[in-house]
């Protein structure tokens, strides 16, 4: 039987930190996209969300607004073993938070391997692929 997975806006300063320590293993240890860390400007103003399983935090994806409607999302890490369902869980949690935060549009550069995913998400493709950080992103669209 599989636990619940909830997600919810990080609220604590621990639950903070523990997104940000994902974040880390994903994109610097695992995937070594950054060098020392994933952190940027963005994450000031970001809401962040988390995926809980009971006690444990398994995933965390953020959101900002980078001009007045126009939301993007960013920095989907999920723990190794609860990846895919948890990843399509904090998509809908994100996309429902720029939904209530009133978003025209919803954007996000997409990891190639990655863009199937999202497709089966609901999401579309915009434009050409873009080098970020020294890997190819694709540029998509939710659907709000």
């Not at 994933?38 to 009971?54: E, P, Q, Y």
């Not at 904090?90 to 978003?103: G, M, P």
């Not at 915009?126 to 939710?142: C, F, I, K, S």
Request: hydrophobic share 35%; aromatic share 10%; charged share 35%.
């Amino acid at each position: 039987m599989h636990k619940k997975i909830v997600c919810k806006i990080a609220e604590t300063e621990d639950e903070l930190k523990e997104s940000y320590r994902i974040r880390q293993e994903t994109f610097v240890r695992e995937q070594q996209l950054f060098k020392s860390s994933d952190r940027d400007d963005f994450d000031k103003h970001a809401v962040h969300i988390v995926a809980c399983m009971g006690d444990e935090i398994v995933g965390t994806v953020r959101v900002y607004e980078q001009e007045k409607g126009t939301w993007y999302g960013g920095r989907l890490a999920v723990k190794q073993g609860f990846r895919g369902r948890v990843g399509a869980l904090l998509i809908k949690k994100a996309v429902e938070t720029v939904k209530e935060k009133k978003a025209r549009r919803f954007l996000a550069y997409i990891q190639l391997p990655s863009v199937s995913f999202f497709k089966r998400n609901r999401w579309k493709t915009v434009g050409e692929v873009n080098d970020y950080h020294g890997t190819p992103h694709q540029l998509m669209e939710a659907e709000l």
